[in-house]
């Protein structure tokens, strides 16, 4: 189908694919021009599917995707303002929607370039079972298995072995369906067990167990090579070979035995898993060969050692604990077992670098746990229904009279040997409580045995030296924490993080160095445990918030088994070692204080942001059901700033008394027409950001209107959120309203009548150099507020969307190749310094930033309007800024009983608890003004006095309606005793009040058909005039917002 002529009224020339960029610079078309598929929107449309001519495309995993797929253009889907914008209009359209341009990886390259692009080739990849389930079952078949399991099960009996097994089981298997629903819940990408906290239960946690989940991998690398080493010393041993001694031979051979897996690990993910692949052969056939050993009759050099095949009271006896040794309990058990069921995690670990995860760490991890589980049963049952606890290992130790005589001690005594004199002496050297390579002894061929032993301890100390630099880099590449980024950095095509590979080698060399197993299986299980935790933690939270984002696609899993799993996780760390719990717990705290400090800029969506809407949301509902009190009366503001960062000082003004006790709310009037800049600027994310910069707590809300006051009006009514919604209005003084129109000055007094008829609080900061920082005032944005020929000048690099360029300028210099993964050049860097500096401009101090020392906030409590006047001062002195300056309090009255007044005002001040103590009666106030201020606002009301003289009314010119705007002599006649009290007041104020930091003060209210507009601000200005101390203009809803009473 062709495209519709350019006569036919469909102009779509400003969606064609264009992007050219010059060397140094960029096509300022081509920033736009995002909506690239190497033909128009238009041939990506409907037209295959219905014949018609349509910009609407078919759905297209390039329009979920958040990566390009490497040898074609990546496609976008028509904006909404493709879809539905006149075909005649010659506009852009708006930048928010064309964010998409930095997403482009390559923005200089043309789309012949693109479409002739090879792809690069695939790194390895593998699916469940050599990625997943082998890697799983060889982590779990470590070292435990055939070094301490034997022990384990002469200590605890098989009884409670398998309950310490099914134990562990069950932690590790619902951590598994946790892993796997979380896993599902769509796209893996590397970064393992990490990148499954983080991404589900936000970067706090999700970078504290990164770290603690990494070092414990590395720890237990030396787990797995100590008990490699342990094994060929043994061997040695029974050679009579010795290097140094029984320690320092398990540190050499484990110090060259972790150097050669580094080796092997940094060869690549290939040959890596190769070697997994033959540990996992040699493994099957050794366990093989210990089942045919157990079967087999037993020898008499078997026998010497307790090996008597399988024997029923064998069984009964050693089916029951036996305790020894300080680590002999339960818990001690388990704390040394438990590590050997921890490598579940090893196939999720390398996410990354499986086929498909979603898949493959489900069918992996679960097949693995259930398999490993049987044969740790398996061994455990048949070890202890063949082998005594206690043996001597001597051929001379047979009985020579049958039946035994009462002195010989043990279960061997029944099959013919006396080992009395060793368990007497407690110098037995074999039996299952002594000899820990019993499973070697007891195959058919113990060479085997010992090389099962080698593949499960190599096997998972490699498994463990890939899986934490896989872990770390992820976390690195988030940078969350200092000082770590350079162990994020990949080579060669699989991304391979071999710094982090040195990293984890020289951690695990340093516990290689304790040389005990017993002592360092304990130390990581209290870390693998936290990790566990929080896995299921992350999957009960990740269901319980009900966010339509949790959609995994294993469904065999259960939240109140997470829940459960996850506290078992919790009090099993304090049984098993309580001091390490706290320590553990403690880095768990120091990092997430420090990333909530910090609060990095990443946005995963996670479980925590769900939580925190359904708590937000059910509180808002709450409130509903519950009416309002004057002592819970809180001044929830909609402040009028426009863009936040044109009028910096309101928003500090507000933010002293809102901050972490009430309602902010930052609001913007877009009053040019619904275009698509005016509409970017309303809704623009900058503001927001702006505002976090400043740490100002505060939402913000821009609208587009016809009109300021339209705008306003549509804020007064539709801000907020069930009773989260504001009840004061707070905005700048029109300065400029003299030179401005007056229907301008008409509309800026018609909000303030709009916010009194609906019930709001009014306030209004004068501030004598002015609120509006901007550099130029645009006429089209909030032309209410702008402050005309009193605003300060800033420098010329900054505009009145500074906030907007913020985020935008990100785009800017990744689309032009600056700003990217492989980081900025010289000049980008140096152009990207010092626009950051330019933009960070406007965050300059204003005077409400600055502590205000021993000065004074005076109150003007002229009229009773509830008690709003009273309590923002109050508010303020909270704050440790504002908390040493003294609040004078000035009330009106007579000389005559100027006394008597005061003492009334104080005591009424005293039941409202407020601490102020310095109350003034001022009976000037209703003395005459001077004849010069007189004069002075005849002359600010002139240019706005229409003369009634009948001869004249035929020479006006000016328009109806801006006549009835205009102050008549009837007008000046009926409030001229208004007018002179604010002449007055201003006076007094220059009076009293020359040194005050603040100047809060009642408003006067024009009454409506009574006083006109123009005059009702003059009394604004004029009374707020001249003053060198900010001043707040002030006016409750005449609602009580103060009470004495205690219900």
């Known amino acids: 189908m062709e495209l519709p002529a350019a006569s036919d009224g469909v102009h779509l020339a400003a969606y064609r694919p264009s992007v050219k960029a010059a060397t140094g610079g960029l096509d300022e078309s081509s920033y736009y021009q995002c909506y690239i598929d190497g033909s128009n929107v238009t041939s990506l449309g409907s037209d ?143 970064g393992g067990t990490y990148f499954l906290i983080s991404r589900s239960l936000g970067p706090e946690l999700g970078g504290s167990i990164g770290l603690i989940f990494a070092f414990a991998n590395a720890v237990a690398v030396a787990m797995h090579t100590v008990g490699f080493a342990e094994t060929v010393r043994d061997l040695m041993s029974e050679h009579g070979a010795v290097m140094v001694d029984r320690t320092n031979d398990i540190r050499i051979i484990g110090i060259v035995t972790v150097t050669l897996l580094l ?49 029923a009271d064998i069984f009964v006896e050693n089916f029951v604990p036996r305790w020894q040794g300080p680590e002999g ?220 984002g949790w959609r995994p696609s294993f469904r065999f899993y259960s939240k109140w088994l997470s829940l459960l799993a996850s506290v078992c996780c919790l009090v099993i760390m304090f049984l098993l070692s309580w001091w390490a719990a706290l320590i553990a717990f403690g880095i768990v705290i120091v990092l997430l204080g420090y990333t909530l400090y910090k609060k990095p ?16 949301l059910t509180q808002c509902v709450a409130l509903n059901q519950v009416g309002d009190h004057v002592k819970n009366y809180r001044p929830q503001c909609l402040v009028l700033t426009g863009p936040p960062s044109r009028r910096p000082a309101l928003v500090d003004l507000v933010s002293c008394f809102t901050k972490s006790l009430s309602l902010m709310m930052c609001a913007s009037v877009e009053t040019a027409g619904p275009s698509p800049s005016e509409l970017e600027d309303a809704s623009c994310e900058g503001h927001v950001t702006w505002l976090n910069q400043r740490k100002v707590q505060s939402f913000y809300r821009g609208v587009a209107a016809a009109d300021l006051r339209s705008g306003v009006n549509i804020l007064l009514q539709g801000a907020g959120l069930g009773r989260i919604k504001p009840n004061v209005l707070l905005m700048g003084f029109k300065k400029d309203w003299q030179s401005d129109t007056p229907q301008a000055a008409d509309n800026y007094i018609g909000i303030l009548h709009d916010a009194f008829d609906l019930q709001y609080g009014v306030c209004i900061l004068r501030l004598r150099e002015g609120l509006d920082v901007s550099h130029t005032a645009q006429s089209h944005i909030n032309p209410g507020f702008d402050e005309g020929h009193e605003s300060i000048p800033v420098p010329s690099r ?29 000049g980008g860097k140096r152009m990207h310094s010092e626009l950051l500096n330019s933009l960070n401009q406007d965050l300059s101090s204003t005077v409400f930033q600055k502590k205000q020392g021993k000065k004074t906030i005076d109150v003007y409590w002229l009229f009773d309007d509830g008690g709003l006047t009273l309590l923002l001062p ?139 507009n123009t005059l009702y601000l003059a009394w604004l200005d004029f009374l707020s005039r001249d003053l060198r101390a900010p001043i707040l203009l002030v006016r409750g809803n005449q609602e009580n917002v103060l009470t004495y009473y205690c219900q």
Request: hydrophobic share 40%; charged share 20%; net charge neutral.
């Open 48 to 190: 295959a599917l219905t014949g018609y001519e349509t910009l609407d495309v078919p759905p297209h995993y390039d329009f979920y995707a958040n990566t390009a797929v490497c040898g074609r253009q990546r496609r976008f889907r028509p904006s909404l303002y493709q879809l539905h914008a006149s075909p005649e209009a010659d506009c852009r359209p708006p930048v928010y929607e064309e964010t998409v341009c930095g997403q482009l990886e390559e923005g200089d390259r043309s789309e012949e370039e693109e479409e002739g692009e090879q792809p690069e080739p695939e790194p390895t990849r593998f699916g469940w079972i050599q990625g997943v389930m082998v890697r799983c079952m060889l982590n779990i078949w470590g070292v435990i298995l055939y070094l301490r399991l034997t022990w384990i099960t002469a200590q605890a009996g098989i009884g409670l072995t398998w309950v310490i097994i099914l134990l562990s089981s069950f932690i590790t298997g619902i951590t598994g369906l946790s892993t796997s629903a979380i896993a599902t819940n769509g796209k893996v990408k590397g």
């Open 263 to 311: 080796c092997l690990s940094m060869a690549g993910m290939a040959w890596e898993s190769k070697a997994q692949v033959l540990f996992f052969l040699v493994i099957m056939v050794s366990l093989a060969d210990y089942i045919v050993g157990t079967i087999i009759p037993a020898t008499p050099e078997k026998q010497a050692k307790g090996f008597f095949s399988y024997k």
């Open 329 to 548: 309990s339960f818990f001690g058990m388990f704390s040394i077992f438990f590590p050997s069921a921890t490598g579940i995690l090893a196939g999720a670990n390398i996410s990354g670098d499986l086929k498909n995860p979603t898949e493959a760490i489900p069918k992996g991890t679960l097949t693995a746990i259930f398999w490993t589980t049987i044969s740790y049963l398996i061994i455990s049952a048949t070890i202890g229904s063949c082998v005594v606890r206690e043996a001597s290992g001597l051929l001379n130790d047979t009985l020579s009279l049958s039946p035994p005589s009462e002195a010989c001690v043990g279960l061997a005594c029944q099959y013919g040997w006396d080992f009395t004199e060793c368990i007497k002496n407690n110098t037995c050297t074999y039996g299952i409580n002594n000899y820990y390579q019993t499973m070697s002894m007891v195959s058919a061929f113990s060479p085997l045995i010992t090389a099962g032993i080698f593949g499960a301890t190599l096997s998972s100390a490699l498994a463990c030296l890939v899986s934490a630099p896989k872990v770390f880099q992820c976390l690195c590449k988030d940078k969350l924490y200092p000082l770590i980024g350079v162990f994020g950095k990949g080579y060669g095509r699989n991304d391979e993080p071999l710094r982090g590979y040195f990293l984890t080698y020289i951690i695990a060399a340093c516990f290689i160095l304790i040389a005990e197993l017993n002592t360092i299986a304990p130390i990581i299980s209290n870390f693998y445990l936290c990790s566990y935790c929080l896995i299921n933690f992350s999957c009960f939270h990740a269901s319980i918030t009900n966010s339509p």
């Open 601 to 616: 800029a990443v946005n995963w969506g996670s479980s925590v942001q769900a939580g925190s809407y359904n708590m937000a």
């Open 798 to 826: 900054i505009e009145t969307r500074t906030s907007c360029l913020y985020i935008h300028y990100h785009i800017f210099w990744r689309y032009i190749g600056l700003w990217g993964e492989n980081g900025m050049g010289k």
């Open 874 to 1012: 109050y508010l303020l002195t909270r704050r440790k800024r504002w908390a040493r300056c003294k609040v004078r309090v000035f009330v009106g009255g007579e000389t005559e009983q100027k006394d008597e007044q005061k003492e009334k005002v104080l005591a009424l001040i005293k039941k409202f608890r407020l601490g102020f103590h310095d109350v003034e009666v001022l009976p000037d106030i209703y003395q005459k003004p001077q004849l010069g201020n007189v004069h002075q606002f005849e002359n600010m009301v002139g240019r706005f006095k229409i003369e009634t003289n009948p001869k004249q009314d035929s020479d006006c010119d000016l328009p109806r309606q801006e006549e009835l705007l205009m102050i008549t002599d009837q007008d000046l006649e009926r409030n001229r005793a208004k007018s002179l009290r604010q002449i007055r007041l201003n006076e007094v104020l220059q009076d009293y009040s020359r040194e005050a930091s603040l100047i809060v003060i009642t408003m006067p209210v024009g009454r409506k058909g009574v006083c006109p």
